[in-house]
């Protein structure tokens, strides 16, 4: 955390010298953004596939006042796009040293901060909170209780003297503590009916009820949450009167389009070996495939971080192939895709009766999204040589014992596979490993167009006539 810079006033009497006023969270995240949009800055980092459909929606609920519901299918960037919120508040704002709820030194709301700042005027003691401390998020889960988000009478400060009729004996909870911020509840509908019903004065009338008590507090806070539709109607619900209270409901999505897609696994995943655009290609198309597929459970969606796993899947299936070749750099190469069908497996719902398939279905849509790309890449491509070639004799071995060189060597030097190499973006300076993983990418082509032969066994795969 970045220090408190000096310049900042430490009382409340310099706050009000420097023309400081009191601002609601909400007029603070409307004003910010507006400057944001007027100067041409992105104020949604991080945020792939959303700019034409969710963020516009998003961007008038939040200069409209309101608080937001995000519905959406696992894995659609839901909790991402909540935590870009922090960047649209104020890098540092002032609040009462020790307050409780990180009270404005000029509009403190609790009995104990109004009573010091009457006592103290001008020489009430003044900190600062960085915005990232104004953002708190809550995974609800069933055994989350009032008391968690709202509050509880406190046993500690009834034992040192205070009477139960004291409200200062409550215990505030997440979300009064949250004043002067945003509140995130990720996974709505799993809140029972009877928690929920505790937010609803929160977020209209502004008090507080904690056993019999009744406190007239002004919070001020944006709240934001996210549900997942299947929830949404089936394991839980959100009640109406809580559904009512939110201003806007905004639906969220999977990539529409391809792009986005390589953009999310590129941006996401932890890449531990080279992965050519070409194969990010081939992961988000077997992804996409996977979301289209009737085999697939459709209502509990396939997540992004299925293709950011296979992404880093493939990447660490190159580098293991690295380690015992000695190959540098460690390069993905189609073989390596291999692995991830066995490994994500798990990730995906399957429809009832599909039992004891799962991987032959895998194995179909992952090869369907190879034919795919490699169409894509090498379209109008006269590969007729380079099957001639392996038809003459040419076979050619790869796997995870088989370093790129050994692939290139065992085929003659053809026009065709500069022209290979070049639909995928590798050029013949490149090292053996990116353009093997290039000619392996057409041989495949050529395997699923019927055009070549393909044994397989544990360890190697050889492509012959």
Do not use: C
């Not at 310099?14 to 023309?19: I, K, Y």
């Not at 608080?67 to 299918?73: A, F, I, S, T, Y």
């Not at 960037?77 to 404005?104: F, M, N, Q």
Request: net charge negative; charged share 25%.
């Amino acid at each position: 955390m970045n220090p408190v810079p000096e310049h900042l006033p430490r009382t409340a009497g310099e706050l009000r010298a420097a023309g400081h006023r009191p601002r609601g969270i909400k007029q603070e995240i409307h004003d910010n953004l507006l400057a944001a949009l007027r100067e041409g800055r992105n104020p949604w980092p991080g945020i792939v596939g959303f700019e034409r459909t969710v963020l516009p929606q998003f961007e008038r609920a939040l200069l409209a006042g309101h608080d937001v519901v995000l519905l959406g299918e696992r894995g659609q960037g839901k909790t991402r796009l909540l935590r870009t919120l922090a960047g649209l508040l104020d890098e540092w704002t002032p609040v009462i040293e020790g307050s409780e709820l990180a009270e404005h030194p000029l509009d403190p709301i609790t009995p104990a901060s109004i009573r010091r700042a009457a006592e103290l005027g001008d020489d009430l003691p003044v900190t600062w909170l960085h915005r990232d401390q104004r953002y708190t998020e809550k995974l609800a889960t069933p055994d989350t209780s009032v008391g968690d988000l709202i509050g509880d009478v406190d046993p500690v400060k009834v034992a040192e003297g205070r009477s139960l009729g004291d409200p200062e004996t409550i215990h505030f909870g997440l979300v009064p503590r949250a004043h002067r911020g945003i509140v995130a509840i990720n996974e709505l509908p799993d809140l029972a009916e009877r928690i929920q019903v505790a937010l609803l004065n929160v977020m209209e009338e502004r008090d507080i009820q904690v056993r019999g008590y009744t406190l007239r507090l002004p919070l001020d806070v944006l709240l934001v949450a996210t549900a997942n539709p299947e929830d949404y109607t089936n394991r839980g619900r959100i009640i109406t009167p809580l559904k009512d209270r939110f201003g806007a409901e905004i639906r969220t999505h999977y990539p529409l389009e391809l792009s986005a897609e390589v953009d999310v696994v590129r941006q996401e995943a932890n890449l531990v070996a080279e992965v050519g655009e070409p194969l990010l290609e081939v992961i988000a198309r077997f992804v996409r495939n996977l979301r289209e597929s009737t085999v697939i459970d459709q209502r509990s969606g396939v997540s992004a971080r299925f293709a950011v796993a296979a992404a880093e899947t493939v990447a660490a299936a190159a580098l293991r192939r690295s380690a015992l070749t000695g190959e540098q750099p460690a390069v993905a190469r189609p073989v390596d895709l291999d692995a991830v069908p066995a490994v994500l497996r798990g990730k995906v719902e399957f429809e009832p009766g599909e039992e004891g398939r799962e991987t032959e279905h895998l194995v179909h849509l992952l090869r369907r999204a190879v034919a795919e790309t490699a169409r894509e890449r090498f379209g109008g491509l006269n590969l007729r040589p380079l099957v001639e070639a392996v038809a003459n004799g040419h076979l050619v071995a790869t796997g995870e014992k088989v370093p790129g060189a050994d692939v290139l060597s065992a085929l003659p030097e053809l026009p065709v596979l500069h022209e290979v190499a070049q639909r995928a973006g590798v050029s013949a300076e490149d090292p053996p490993g990116r353009i093997a993983s290039a000619v392996e990418l057409a041989l495949e082509s050529l395997y699923l167009a019927r055009q070549l032969a393909k044994d397989s066994d544990d360890a190697t795969t050889v492509y012959g006539p």
